[in-house]
């Protein structure tokens, strides 16, 4: 479905709104949408569904995967948690997970970006230079 200008724009005005300091505020969300269900103004339905691509994206960014072979030290998820909240801002949510097929190493992916550091990796490296 191909959305207007007005309804993108629209949508991102309602994002905005719903942001309080920065971070993605829930019960404002709610709000804003039951306001423009409730309001039904022209193209609400494009301007709802491009404001839905607008929170799961924002979730996407906001949301931090952190694997590794071994379980990490609380040292180590702490200093990991304060360079991931350092670099994004505050409001990540962060999981920790272990991965065997990592060999070793850690491998870090928030949104679209993914730092690997794990041996697995570097193996795969190695081996397309071969």
Same mark, same amino acid.
């Given at each position: 479905?191909? !959305?207007?200008?007005?309804? @993108?724009r629209g949508a991102k005005e309602l994002f905005r709104s719903c942001q309080?300091?920065? +971070?993605?505020?829930?019960?404002?969300? %709610?709000?804003?949408?039951?306001?423009? *269900?409730?309001? %039904?103004? @022209?193209?609400?339905?494009? *301007?709802?569904? #491009?404001?839905? &691509?607008?929170?799961?994206?924002?979730?996407? &960014? @906001?949301?931090?995967?952190? =694997?590794?072979?071994?379980?990490?030290?609380?040292?180590?998820?702490?200093? +990991?948690?304060?360079?991931?909240? &350092?670099?994004? $801002? @505050?409001?990540?949510? !962060?999981?920790?997970?272990?991965?065997?097929?990592? *060999? $070793? $190493?850690?491998?870090?992916?928030? $949104?679209?970006?993914?730092?690997?550091?794990?041996?697995?990796?570097?193996?795969?490296?190695?081996? =397309? #230079?071969?």
């Amino acid at each position: 479905m191909k !959305i207007s200008k007005q309804a @993108r724009r629209g949508a991102k005005e309602l994002f905005r709104s719903c942001q309080v300091n920065g +971070v993605l505020d829930d019960n404002q969300a %709610r709000q804003a949408v039951q306001r423009v *269900i409730a309001e %039904r103004t @022209r193209r609400y339905l494009s *301007i709802l569904s #491009h404001f839905q &691509r607008l929170v799961k994206l924002d979730l996407d &960014r @906001r949301t931090a995967r952190v =694997e590794s072979a071994l379980p990490l030290s609380p040292a180590l998820q702490s200093s +990991v948690e304060a360079n991931l909240t &350092r670099t994004y $801002g @505050r409001g990540v949510k !962060i999981t920790f997970a272990q991965n065997p097929a990592l *060999i $070793g $190493g850690m491998r870090v992916q928030v $949104g679209s970006d993914v730092y690997d550091g794990s041996v697995a990796a570097r193996l795969a490296e190695l081996q =397309e #230079h071969f």
